[in-house]
């Protein structure tokens, strides 16, 4: 199962104990999720699908709990591509009383039979917006497994569906964007704070403890491989000094000889012919006295001068 099916069933196991949550959920649901088609029988349907079989229980308990007393249908599909994954449908047919059965969650309807028009329901308190949330994922959100690219999103065909999510969601201080996709409008974050707090308002813990533990280990990760990356170019760099001293020094040691040098030089050219891989601050603690990274850089330095003035007075001769 996908990070993303895991977090919307155990979105799924959540149902609200208020009636007012209960609304605010499933019109969620219908305002992301809700089609118009021909039912079983011809006659005009509206309908919810999901192939998550957790997500189709729930909308249909919510619509028995909120939408009675209203013939229910429930009907499986198979998706048509090569996995044949079933696709679950919770229809409800055109029939009386559905106009007072739906009023509560905002739906009106123009002429006979099913025509919805969706408008946003009040959400004035904190746990009828969480509901909304949850509601509005579970219809039509997915998140990306926290291994890769932190990406949740929710799409909706109905742009003023899309601003009222966006409303809801920075009443806990969660910026999302829009952006579209064909016909879609697509709710979503990017930022791993703002998914972590995301999945805490709509109730999935248990997801969002694994986002939170596989982050801590991914970041972790990621900076030991960054502190890798720095000590293998250090170490390359303090290889490739070395190389190109160990040249100078044999270059004046068979120009003009090393016992020539000032003792302070000839120590530090000696001490580089035999430790050619190590660091400036390792070669001037082996001499006697030590002396610190700057003083053994400086005499180094000193050799290469040398070193070019040799080279450019045999370039003259």
């Known amino acids: 199962m996908s990070f993303s099916a895991m977090t919307k069933a155990e979105m799924a196991r959540v149902m609200p104990r208020k009636r007012c949550c209960q609304i605010a959920e499933l019109t969620a649901i219908i305002g992301m999720d809700g089609t118009v ?15 998550s079989a957790p997500v189709a229980r729930k909308i249909y308990k919510l619509c028995k709990l909120l939408l009675q007393p209203l013939a229910i249908q429930v009907a499986v599909t198979k998706k048509p591509n090569l996995k044949k994954r079933n696709v679950y449908h919770v229809l409800i047919p055109y029939q009386s009383g559905a106009r007072e059965a739906f009023a509560p969650l905002g ?11 969706w408008r946003p329901i009040a959400l004035e308190k904190r746990c009828c917006q969480k509901a909304y949330l949850r509601g509005a994922f579970l219809g039509g959100g997915s998140v990306n497994d926290p291994e890769g690219t932190y990406h949740l999103e929710m799409i909706t065909r109905d ?7 966006c409303e809801v969601m920075s009443f806990f201080d969660l910026s999302p964007r829009i952006s579209e996709r064909k016909q879609y409008h697509v709710v979503y974050l990017k930022e791993s704070d703002q998914i972590v707090q995301f999945l805490n308002v ?12 596989t982050r ?10 960054r ?18 001293q160990v040249e100078m020094i044999r270059l004046l040691e068979e120009k003009m000889g090393l016992e020539k040098l000032p003792l302070p030089l000839r120590e530090i050219a000696r001490l580089r012919l035999e430790f050619p891989d190590a660091s400036l601050r390792e070669l001037g603690q082996m001499l006697d006295p030590p002396i610190g990274k700057s003083g053994a850089n400086h005499r180094l330095r000193k050799l290469e001068e040398m070193a070019k003035e040799l080279e450019v007075g045999q370039g003259r001769k």
């Open 202 to 213: 709509a109730g999935a813990h248990r997801a969002l403890l694994e986002f939170e533990s």
């Open 159 to 165: 742009p003023v569906h899309s601003q009222t999510i």
């Open 216 to 225: 801590v280990v991914k970041d972790m990760r990621n900076r030991v491989n």
């Open 37 to 51: 088609k021909g039912g079983a029988h011809g006659e005009p349907a509206l309908i919810m699908s999901s192939q």
């Open 107 to 117: 739906l009106s309807f123009a002429g006979e039979g099913w025509q919805v028009n």
């Open 227 to 244: 502190l890798v990356n720095c000590e293998t170019a250090n170490l390359s760099k303090t290889v490739d000094t070395g190389v190109r």
